[in-house]
């Protein structure tokens, strides 16, 4: 399984920005895809995460309204869409997949397999 993060990068406060990453590898089309972060000095933190079998979505609360974790069928990219960033929002943004898709349901998407690299995020004006 190979997971590739793309669309990080400096934005003002305020403004959007949208985040993909491309799947590739799992053996069918019921797996997991979840979106982390971790900010300088702080803990890994759990976002979103969706279910790519049945397209259901889950969020953290602190995310829900603000961001938007969706797929685009058969080309195996999730999005991640910010909205309204701030400077806490400032962090490398991961992807994390799993091959079951019902992993989205594990309180804080945890112990999900795969994860990309990441893609630093950082909010500045």
């Known amino acids: 399984v190979q997971l590739v993060e793309s669309g990080g990068g400096l934005v003002q406060p305020g403004k959007s920005l949208r985040l993909s990453c491309a799947a590739s590898g799992f053996s069918n089309d019921d797996y997991a895809i979840a979106w982390f972060r971790q900010a300088p000095g702080k803990e890994r933190e759990p976002l979103a995460c969706?279910?790519?079998?049945?397209?259901?979505?889950y969020y953290q609360h602190s995310v829900k309204g603000r961001f938007t974790i969706s797929s685009d069928g058969g080309k195996s990219t999730v999005t991640l869409d910010l909205d309204r960033l701030t400077p806490e929002d400032t962090a490398v943004y991961y992807c994390?997949?799993?091959?079951?898709?019902?992993?989205?349901?594990?309180?804080?998407?945890?112990?999900?397999?795969?994860w990309g690299k990441g893609t630093l995020v950082t909010i500045s004006s």
């Open positions: 969706i279910n790519r079998g049945d397209g259901r979505t």
């Open positions: 994390v997949g799993d091959a079951v898709g019902n992993m989205c349901l594990v309180e804080d998407y945890y112990g999900m397999d795969h």
